[in-house]
């Protein structure tokens, strides 16, 4: 597998303009997570999804996020309007059923968004 | 609230030399602890962690970690660095039930010189 795949790599954007973001989990993986890297804040889980439903969007900063998973192989985290404090990299990453034996979430390579 | 703190913004050390990237935490009842790498413009990758068991955890790339529960402390340790070992660390925490909620430190810079 060519583990999880984030697209684009870079995103530069005006503000007000709609951002979306994509992420390919690993096939098989059951559980997708979506975070938000930056100086201020460090890695914040912003969005998780089990088995494509949403589990828990308490770490979505504002109604300008969303995120949707319509099958197993594909999310989207999307914000609009966009504004300059979203600048960050954005993180997607997948595991299995995480259990004491297995705890490994599989991290993508993440997709910078600078809007400016 | 659970946490976990690093207090070091960057460790330096020279190759051949012992290294040690430090993390306490503050997590009610029993922690489940983890510590993960981050190479230049790659996502994160899992080093190990700790769910119960040995205080002492060993995990890939010859790194180690060892649990103190009196000093809350989760220190992520190596006997030699290599200047590949250079890379932002962060020590993670879960949170409520499951592992499926990381709560992560701010990250330490490791910098190896050769």
């Known amino acids: ?116 | 609230a659970q946490s976990v703190a690093q207090p070091e913004d960057q460790v330096n050390v020279a190759e051949g030399n012992p290294l040690t990237v430090k993390c306490t935490y503050s997590v009610s009842g029993n922690p489940y602890l983890f510590w993960y790498v981050q190479y230049p413009n790659r996502g994160l990758q899992f080093l190990l962690k700790y769910i119960t068991g040995d205080n002492l955890v060993k995990g890939s790339y010859g790194f180690e970690a060892e649990f103190n529960k009196s000093q809350t402390s989760f220190h992520l340790k190596k006997p030699s660095a290599l200047v590949s070992d250079s890379a932002l660390y962060f020590c993670a925490s879960s949170r409520g039930t499951g592992f499926q909620k990381l709560v992560f430190g701010t990250g330490t810079r490791l910098l190896v010189s050769p």
């Open chain 1, 1 to 116: 597998d060519a583990g999880v795949i984030q697209s684009p790599r870079h995103e530069v954007t005006e503000m007000g303009q709609e951002v979306t973001l994509r992420c390919k989990p690993i096939s098989g993986h059951d559980y997708l997570f979506w975070y938000r890297q930056t100086m201020m804040r460090g890695l914040e889980l912003l969005i998780y999804f089990n088995n494509n439903v949403p589990i828990d969007d308490s770490g979505m900063p504002e109604d300008r996020f969303s995120a949707k998973m319509p099958n197993a192989s594909f999310s989207t985290l999307k914000i609009q309007p966009s504004e300059p404090r979203d600048s960050a990299v954005y993180f997607c990453a997948s595991s299995w059923i995480l259990t004491d034996m297995n705890t490994e979430a599989f991290f993508g390579q993440g997709t910078r968004l600078t809007v400016v």
